[in-house]
């Protein structure tokens, strides 16, 4: 299957003084959303309900977290009255301290998000200075209350020859839709992840169009009481739900996560070589940047440094910040380095975090050739005019990619001609 293209960087024809010393922005694969996300309106729910129902506004389905699409290619859209079997007439008609209010643990609401605006798309919605395309996602996976309603429109979806697209990642989809799916998934999986508080752990409510979560203070199901630290100790018919921390000061509502990880390229100190590294399950001859999670009080640089001392021995100097990437799986953030040895600090050493199968050090001119005949995603066959043998990287909408291909094509002298490390 082609690799398909990353998306352009942002105003990348527009000079400015950044540009000139820096280069242009590097956009990696899930990034370049065409969606405004607006999300100051996502608590408008008049806004949400306009937003709903107009005949230019696009829903993004999943089924266990696997999207609906033509083929692995192609993303397909469903349209208000597709899905309104499931959702209701306008799950945005009360407002948000209602729905608090009537909270009902035993009753299963679907998750919708609102996504955003697509301004570039001809559409006749307008909300006061804002116009665009409305783009919602919904989680229609069969379950709870909503068990029947769910799994009819999954049906009528796959009688119109489409399916829900299954595996770990979906890196096939063009630049547009890949950051408009990544948006969603990462949402829905929080959600999904979720659904009770981690102070009471009672259950929470969904919010502000899908992107926040609260712990409501009553339930108008019978509950069964807890005391603080979720031990059961009865049965309470009142609607009143126990004490939790969350309702008090400002910490009362749940946020999506991001987890940030850093991934580098590391040069030599004679800035000749790249060191790659590969895992034991990754096919033969496929090596890869390194990576690791970033830590508490902990900086970027200090995290590049670390996980690269900690999984190959190698000691870094000077360390840049290359580009990033939005990483919905389940929701990281990659941020891309560029760092380089200090002089001496090059011997490879796998004995302190046995993460890695291996690690070496390859020319550039090697990982140049690799990448342009030797990159393919994992469980895929690599590119033409590879020989068997030969170094394998991962694929352009991976950062490591961007990240090699920025240190081969002249990355490291500068845009005006001096050394950027």
Not at 41 to 67: G, I, M, V, W
Not at 307 to 325: A, D, F, K, M, Y
Request: glycine letters at 8%; hydrophobic letters at 35%.
């Amino acid at each position: 299957m082609p690799q398909p293209e990353v998306p352009k960087p942002a105003h990348a024809d527009i000079d400015s003084m950044l540009s000139r010393k820096f280069g242009t922005e590097v956009a990696n694969y899930f990034s370049g959303s065409p969606l405004n996300r607006v999300s100051f309106l996502r608590t408008d729910q008049a806004f949400l309900s306009a937003a709903l129902k107009h005949p230019s506004t696009s829903f993004l389905l999943f089924n266990n977290l696997s999207p609906l699409a033509k083929d692995p290619t192609n993303l397909e859209y469903a349209s208000y009255n597709d899905v309104q079997l499931l959702i209701g007439e306008n799950p945005y008609a009360k407002t948000e301290e209602q729905i608090i209010s009537g909270y009902n643990s035993t009753i299963t609401v679907p998750q919708l998000l609102f996504l955003g605006l697509d301004e570039n798309q001809k559409s006749e919605f307008e909300w006061t200075i804002y116009h665009g395309s409305p783009y919602f996602a919904l989680d229609v996976t069969p379950k709870g209350t909503i068990s029947s309603a769910a799994e009819t429109l999954v049906e009528t979806m796959k009688s119109r020859g489409l399916q829900f697209v299954e595996g770990r990642m979906h890196m096939s989809l063009p630049a547009s839709q890949a950051a408009i799916y990544a948006q969603a998934r990462a949402l829905l999986d929080w959600n999904a992840r979720n659904p009770f508080c981690a102070q009471c752990g009672q259950p929470t409510l969904s919010i502000n169009a899908g992107t926040k979560r609260t712990c409501p203070p009553k339930d108008m199901a019978s509950l069964t009481k807890t005391t603080s630290i979720g031990s059961m100790t009865g049965t309470q018919p009142a609607t009143d739900r126990p004490d939790c921390a969350t309702r008090k000061g400002i910490s009362n509502l749940s946020f999506p996560r991001t987890d940030p990880t850093v991934i580098m390229a590391v040069l030599s100190s004679d800035s000749k070589r790249v060191l790659l590294g590969r895992q034991k399950r990754w096919p033969k001859y496929w090596y890869s940047t390194l990576a690791g999670f970033v830590e508490p009080a902990e900086s970027v640089e200090e995290a590049v440094r670390r996980e690269v001392w900690e999984e190959s021995g190698v000691s870094l100097g000077r360390v840049v910040i290359h580009s990033t990437q939005p990483w919905p799986y389940p929701a990281n953030l990659m941020i891309g380095a560029v760092a380089q040895c200090v002089p001496g600090g090059e011997e490879i050493m796998l004995k302190h975090d046995p993460e890695l199968e291996d690690a070496k050090w390859v020319s550039l001119a090697e990982v140049k050739e690799a990448l342009s005949v030797g990159t393919s995603g994992l469980g895929e066959e690599a590119s033409e005019g590879y020989k068997e043998g030969g170094l394998r990287l991962p694929p352009r909408t991976a950062i490591a990619n961007q990240l090699l291909s920025s240190v081969t094509g002249g990355f490291l002298e500068g845009v005006g001609g001096g050394p950027r490390i």
